[in-house]
C-alpha cells in the first residue's frame, strides 16, 4: 500500500529544494568573491559552470516535482494541490533570502572601486543577477499559484478573490499568500488521512449493504452528471463498497408528482439489478417525496429503509408567512421565470408554487396525514442547525435569521423539530459554533468542517444499516 510523505520528509524536501534553489541563484556570485579574495586567475572556474549547470537542471526538475518524487502516493489531484503549496512556500523562504543577498550584493557593487574585492564583477553582473534571481522566483510564484489555483477545493470562490484583490498590496499580499498556503496544505493532510483510511478498509466493504443506496435530492436541484449535488459523498461510499442509485425525479413539482416519479424509479432500479429492495437516503423535500412513493406510489414492498436528511416533514412555518405576505403577481412572476429556467436543466413540467407550497407548515400537516408510516419500511431521520447566520453560506446566512424567528432553532431553511421523524433521530454537532447547514449536510459546498467530517458520517450511517441487515 502507498502512503504520502510524513510531515517530517515533507519539510525536508522543501528544505532540500530551498537550498538547492538559492545554490543555483548564488554559486557564481560566490564563486567570483571567493576565487576574487584568493586572487586566482580564472574568474569562474569549469569546476563552478559545471556546478552551476546541474544546480539549473535540478531548479527545472524541481518546478515539475517540488516534493522531489515522481512517485504517486496519494490521488493526481492531491499530488498536484502538495505540490503547488510546496511550490509557493519555497516561493516564500528564498525570496526573502534573496532579497538579504541582493541588498548586500548592490553593497558590495558599489563599495568595488575603493576595496577591489567585489560579490559581482560589475553592475552588468549585477543586474544579470537580479533578473535572473526575478524570473526564478516569479517561475515559482505562478507554477505554484496556478496549481493551488486550480486544484484547491476548500479555497472557494472567497479565498481566489482576495488572493487576486491584495496581490500588489505590500505586506497584506504576503499574510494573504500565507492563509493560501495553510488552507491548502490543511486540505492535502485531510485528503491524505482520508486516503490512508479508505486504504486500510477497502477490503471490508464498510458500506456494502444488503439492498442499494437511492440518494434523492432536495427541491431545485436534479442530479446532474458534472455537478453532483451530494458533493464528494458519493465517491466516498463508493470507495468504501456501496452501489447507489440517485433519484432522478423532477427539481421543482408537487411532492405527489416527484413521489410517483421515484416509485416508478424505485421499480426500473429493481428490473435493472434484480435486488429485492432499496435503502432511501433523502434530502430535504426528497424526504417528502419518498414518503409519498412509499405510502401513496406503492413501493412500501420495495422499501428496506427510509432515512430523511433535514427534511420538513412538518412543514416551515416562515413559507406560510411569506406566500400569505407577498402579493400574488410577485409570486407568479417569479415562479415564471424559475419554470422557464428550470425547464431548461431538464424538468418536465416544472411547477415552482405547487414545490413551494409543499414545504408549508399547513401542506405538511395535510401530507401527514395522508402519508403514514408502512410497518414494512424503517424510518429514520437526520438533522442539524446553524448557531449562528455566518455558519452557512450564501442564501442561508440570510435565511437563517428569518427562520430562526418563525420556526426556532434551524439550519437556515428547515427548524429541528420539524427534521425529527421516524425510530431515531440523530444530530450532528461541531464541538466550536460553527454549527451546520442545509448545505452542508449534502457537501454542497465541498467544505470541510472543523469537527464534522460530512463524508464520514455518511459512511457511518450507512454502515449502521449494513449492521441492521438492511
Not at 496556478?146 to 500588489?168: D, E, M, N, P
Amino acid at each position: 500500500m502507498k502512503t504520502p510523505p510524513s510531515n517530517r520528509s515533507r519539510t525536508l524536501y522543501r528544505i532540500f529544494s530551498g537550498f538547492i534553489i538559492l545554490l543555483a541563484l548564488n554559486l557564481r556570485p560566490l564563486c567570483h568573491l571567493l576565487y576574487s579574495q584568493g586572487h586566482t586567475a580564472s574568474p569562474f572556474p569549469t569546476g563552478c559552470r559545471i556546478a552551476e549547470v546541474l544546480c539549473y537542471l535540478l531548479l527545472l526538475y524541481l518546478n515539475f516535482f517540488p516534493s522531489l518524487t515522481m512517485r504517486r502516493t496519494s490521488t493526481v489531484h492531491n499530488k498536484i494541490l502538495e505540490d503547488g503549496a510546496a511550490l509557493l512556500q519555497i516561493f516564500l523562504i528564498t525570496t526573502a533570502i534573496e532579497i538579504v543577498c541582493c541588498i548586500a550584493g548592490l553593497f558590495q557593487a558599489a563599495a568595488a572601486e575603493q576595496s577591489g574585492i567585489a560579490f559581482f564583477s560589475s553592475w552588468l553582473s549585477c543586474l544579470r543577477y537580479l533578473i535572473t534571481v526575478f524570473l526564478v522566483e516569479f517561475i515559482l510564484f505562478w507554477n505554484g499559484i496556478l496549481r493551488v489555483y486550480l486544484t484547491s477545493v476548500q479555497l472557494g470562490i472567497r479565498w481566489r478573490a482576495i488572493g487576486i484583490a491584495c496581490g500588489f498590496i505590500p505586506l497584506v499580499h504576503i499574510y494573504v499568500l500565507c492563509r493560501i498556503i495553510g488552507i491548502a496544505r490543511a486540505e492535502v493532510l485531510l485528503e491524505d488521512e482520508k486516503y490512508l483510511l479508505n486504504q486500510t478498509r477497502a477490503e471490508n466493504q464498510e458500506c456494502h449493504t444488503r439492498y442499494p443506496l437511492l440518494l434523492v435530492h432536495g427541491v431545485f436541484f436534479r442530479d446532474f452528471r458534472f455537478f453532483n449535488y451530494w458533493g464528494r459523498i458519493p465517491a466516498q461510499l463508493k470507495k468504501n463498497g456501496a452501489v447507489f442509485f440517485y433519484g432522478g425525479q423532477q427539481s421543482a413539482a408537487s411532492v405527489a408528482e416527484c413521489g410517483r416519479e421515484l416509485a416508478e424509479r424505485i421499480r426500473q432500479i429493481l428490473e435493472e439489478t434484480g435486488c429485492e429492495k432499496v435503502n432511501i437516503i433523502a434530502h430535504s423535500k426528497g424526504g417528502l417525496d419518498s414518503r409519498y412513493a412509499i405510502s401513496e406510489g406503492g413501493a412500501a414492498p420495495y422499501v428496506a429503509s427510509l432515512t430523511t436528511i433535514n427534511t420538513p416533514h412538518r412543514g416551515c412555518i416562515f413559507a406560510d408567512y411569506l406566500l400569505d405576505k407577498i402579493p400574488d403577481r410577485v409570486c407568479q412572476s417569479v415562479a415564471a421565470k424559475y419554470n422557464a429556467a428550470l425547464k431548461r436543466f431538464g424538468d418536465k413540467a416544472p411547477d415552482f408554487l405547487e414545490a413551494v407550497q409543499d414545504l408549508t407548515a399547513s401542506s405538511c400537516a395535510r401530507l401527514s396525514d395522508l402519508l403514514p408510516d408502512d410497518p414494512q419500511v424503517y424510518y429514520q431521520s437526520v438533522g442539524s442547525k446553524m448557531t449562528h447566520a455566518v455558519s452557512g453560506r450564501f442564501p442561508l446566512n440570510l435565511s437563517y435569521p428569518l427562520v430562526r424567528h418563525f420556526d426556532g432553532d434551524c439550519d437556515g431553511l428547515v427548524s429541528l423539530d420539524s427534521m425529527k421523524w421516524g425510530t431515531k433521530f440523530i444530530c450532528p454537532e461541531t464541538p466550536a459554533s460553527r454549527g451546520i447547514s442545509h448545505g452542508d449536510m449534502i457537501d454542497l459546498n465541498r467544505e470541510n468542517i472543523p469537527g464534522f467530517d460530512v463524508r464520514e458520517f455518511y459512511v457511518s450511517l450507512v454502515k449502521d444499516l449494513k449492521k441492521m441487515g438492511f
